[in-house]
């Protein structure tokens, strides 16, 4: 990292000695009276930067490009995944030329048309047929593209399949809560007023779907099965993140999200793939939200269908661990009472006793 300041540094001073040479140059110039001359060398001189900037800027651009190709995004493993990296694909195709052309065009003009004293403008009052062949191929290929587009855009942002599984991503600083629609696979209705320390959620227990809602601390998938995120914030903007399956949702308060997506490699596939026994799928949060933004992670695991039955059946419902806590506190008051009411009924007997006694 110190070695790349360095080096930074260096090129700045380098470039502002350049700088401050060509400005000493041109004012002794005008100070010989030369200064028709002086500006034409100066002209010359920013033709040769600009083509210098051209020679090792382009290679430069292509060079960093590859060598930070890994930081680009993984393979997707995701349907809709493939769909979003073909419009990228494409998309490059239409502009790097594009780029590398005009790039080119811009740098050798300035170096070949630098300002020359006596220098005479060429003329071009302009071409019909020039003008009809950059205009129509570049919206050619933006129709193209557009299309593209579109009809990925409707197919991942349609209606979610009727036998999506549905789970609840809760954003909040600094954590995700996840909570499973259970057996039923209909999440519960919930509110704000009833959130508290034994209802994380807010759920209102008078609604049967809340019965078997669980909670989990993993995002547990299943391979080929299309999943349905119910996305939403408790505090300030999030963004739900899963950069495998090329899902990128906000979580803003107040305001429900949702996205689906179907999932098609499972976890120990991609192990397998890139040689990595330690390898997860993650979920991240991709908006600043805070001190503690980098907390907002967890693993997602994507597993068979039979896998994936067994770890959904050893799950508890918040509601059943509810009832199982208050089960927990009741019978300790309980024996209180009937203590009391025993002792309160054993009185009146021996008072008997001793009455019947006299």
Known sequence: MLTNVLGLVIILLVLFVVFQIAKASEAISILKGGEASSKEKNNRLHGVLFLLVMIIGLPASMWSAWYYSEWFLPAPASVHGVWIDNMFFWTSVACIPVYFLTHIALFVFSYMYSGKENGKAYYFPGSNKLELIWTAIPAFVMVLLVYSGISSWYKIMGDAPKDSMIVEATGQQFAWTLRYAGADNKLGTKMIKLIGSDNTFGQDWKDA??????????????????????????????????????????????????????????????????????????????????????????????????????????????????????????????????????????????????????
């Open 209 to 358: 779907a809340n019965k078997d809602d669980f909670q989990a601390d993993t995002l547990h998938l299943v391979l080929n099965k299309p999943v349905l995120i119910k996305i939403n914030a408790l505090d300030v903007l999030h963004s739900f993140f899963l950069p495998h399956f090329r899902v990128k949702m906000d979580a803003v308060p107040g305001i429900p999200t949702q996205f689906h997506f179907t999932p098609t490699k499972t976890t120990a596939q991609m192990r397998k793939e890139l040689n990595d026994p330690n390898f997860n799928f993650e979920l991240a949060c991709a908006e600043l939200c805070g001190q503690a933004h980098f907390n907002m992670r967890r693993v997602v695991v994507v597993e068979e269908e039979a896998a994936f039955k067994q770890w959904f059946a050893a799950q508890e419902s918040l509601y059943k661990k509810q009832v199982t806590t208050a089960e927990k506190e009741v019978p300790a008051s309980a024996a209180t009472d009937n203590t009391t009411q025993a002792t309160q009924e054993e009185k009146p007997t021996e008072n008997t006793k001793k009455l019947s006694s006299l």
